[in-house]
């Protein structure tokens, strides 16, 4: 029973460490994986509408 309630104890200590371990591990997971995703994505979004604009203007310019 001294087993049992000893490894209880310790559990129940570290179960807020852990907690905060596991919420400390979301952020560096969101700004590895998550963000470069998105700044690309929205990257690639500029780019196209830029060169949708050039490639319009051009087509502009060359029917005047």
Known sequence: ???TKNILLAWV???TT???TLGDGLMPLVSAVVLPIIF???GKTVDVL???YIN???RVKGDE
């Open 18 to 20: 852990l907690l905060t």
């Open 40 to 42: 690309f994505a929205v």
């Open 1 to 3: 029973m001294n087993d």
């Open 13 to 15: 200590s570290a179960g």
């Open 50 to 52: 830029i060169q949708l």
């Open 56 to 58: 319009r203007k051009r």
